[in-house]
């Protein structure tokens, strides 16, 4: 199995008729960029930047993140580097912000949510992306999206920082893309409405998932409804990747499920573009996308998006991944 995947190494992401892909991984920090280029990584599909924080003991300046997004895109010299603004909240914690305890964190004062309440250190975090941005192809990516609004106020921020850095004849990349992650059920039911407006979108079935099935993983007793097999999780991600493909922006996938081989031809089927897996799943996605064409995914996707539970769609995908 090890050396019938060493054959992946160095090749092109492709589907069986020639139809190309990108193959992504997810990182914390500059750290594990080296195992993500061993195993052969294209790009960094999400940064996961809040390592930087949690790893601290007060919020990194604008110079120790500017390093850290620098050197990432730098080793990826050129190709691009997905970079997620702060994801604070719910699963992650960050002491020294003292955020008051809540009775729902998952639903609370998270993400984006905190970062547009806290502008002034938000855009420190703005200045060092796209301070970095001038020496790779960086990407910012917004968290737990829920509504139009918070796509245009964090834009609107990128502005005055760009506006900032020019009054100081700082260098960057004016056309810096600002994309989603696409997450929340609200996210995925306005797709179409933020595809617009959106540079991309990379989808983060982890907490899609959840919020879809409004089911916790972490929870013994409701952790068996936390599955994308649930119809309602997959035309979630359905409609996700056909807006963005109907509008022409590129769509992603970041969450766990972009390396679920038994999700792979459906994600092919509806056009998605890039996986970004952990960095030892890369040449076995890379296998696994190699072996369907379009029109076998298709043809499957047809039969599966018409199933009504999680349990026929498994065994539908498990049996079309045997053949
Ligand atoms: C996700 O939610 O799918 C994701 C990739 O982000 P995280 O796991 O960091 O919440
Ligand atoms: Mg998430």
Redesign the pocket.
């Known amino acids: 199995e090890k050396a019938a995947l060493e054959a992946f190494r160095g090749k092109e992401t492709a589907t069986a008729d020639g139809v190309h892909k990108v193959l992504a991984v997810n990182i914390g920090g500059p750290g594990d960029v080296p195992a993500a280029l061993e195993h052969d990584g294209e790009a960094i599909g999400?940064f996961?930047t809040e390592f930087l924080f949690m790893d601290a003991t007060s919020l990194p300046t604008e110079e120790e993140q500017f390093q850290a997004y620098q050197n990432v895109a730098l080793a990826l010299k050129g190709a691009p580097v997905i970079i997620r603004t702060l994801?604070v909240g719910g699963d992650k914690e960050i002491p020294y912000l003292k955020l008051q305890k809540e009775d729902n964190p998952f639903m609370g004062y998270r993400a984006v949510r905190y970062c547009l309440d806290n502008p002034d250190e938000y855009k420190v975090q703005l200045r060092a992306l796209l301070r970095a941005s001038a020496f790779g192809d960086i990407k910012i990516m917004v968290p737990l999206v829920t509504c139009m609004e918070e796509l245009r106020q964090v834009k609107a921020l990128v502005e005055e920082c760009k506006s900032e850095l020019d009054a100081e004849g700082v260098d960057y990349n004016k056309d810096i893309e600002v994309g989603v992650m696409m997450?929340t059920a609200a996210a995925a039911n306005i797709a179409d409405l933020l595809a617009d407006e959106a540079a991309f979108f990379s989808i983060?079935?982890?907490?899609?998932t959840g919020y879809t099935m409004a089911s916790d993983r972490g929870n013994d007793k409701v952790a068996y409804l936390y599955s994308w097999y649930y119809p309602a999780v997959l035309r979630a991600i359905k409609k996700i990747i056909v807006s963005g493909v109907e509008k022409g922006i590129m769509v992603g996938m970041?969450?766990e499920a972009a390396a679920d081989p038994l999700l792979t031809p459906l994600l092919i089927s509806w056009g998605m573009e890039e996986f970004s897996v952990s960095a030892p799943s890369v040449l076995r996605t890379r296998k696994t996308i190699s072996q369907w064409t379009k029109a076998d995914a298709d043809a499957l996707e047809e039969k599966v998006i018409q199933l009504k539970t999680a349990e026929e769609v498994k065994a539908a995908l498990e049996e079309a991944s045997r053949k």
């Open positions: 999400l996961r994801d997450e983060g079935t982890n907490d899609l970041c969450g």
